[in-house]
């Protein structure tokens, strides 16, 4: 059973930086598309980061040269670094990949950024 485990969120002042992990068991992050979601009260779930297993990264318009994603082999796990934050960034922040068409998600780790 593939399981991602994600840490790192808590509370931070705008303008701070908070960075997330996402530790994967029984896939490994260097051949898996990595992605990281955010979620808040009312919206859906929407992507705001994707690592490719070919080391391509893609970004939503919000957090474009704020955050960036990567990833640590010898760790296996998946980052995303979270600069200059800013209160619309508060949400849960959920861990995804998708291998041969199943969908695996972390359990999500909350950031809340005060103004």
């Known amino acids: 059973q593939v399981t991602l485990v994600e840490s790192g969120g808590g509370l931070v002042q705008a303008g701070g930086s908070l960075r997330l992990s996402c530790a994967a068991s029984r896939i490994s992050v260097a051949l898996a598309t990595m992605d990281w979601f955010r979620q808040v009260p009312g919206k859906q779930r929407e992507v705001v980061a994707t690592l490719s297993s070919g080391g391509f990264s893609n970004y939503s318009a919000s957090v474009n040269g704020r955050f960036t994603i990567s990833r640590d082999s010898a760790k296996n796990t998946a980052y995303l670094q979270m600069n200059s934050l800013k209160p619309e960034d508060t949400g849960v922040y959920y861990c995804?990949?998708?291998?041969?068409?199943?969908?695996?998600w972390g359990q999500g780790t909350q950031v809340n950024v005060s103004p």
């Open positions: 995804h990949t998708s291998i041969w068409k199943a969908d695996y």
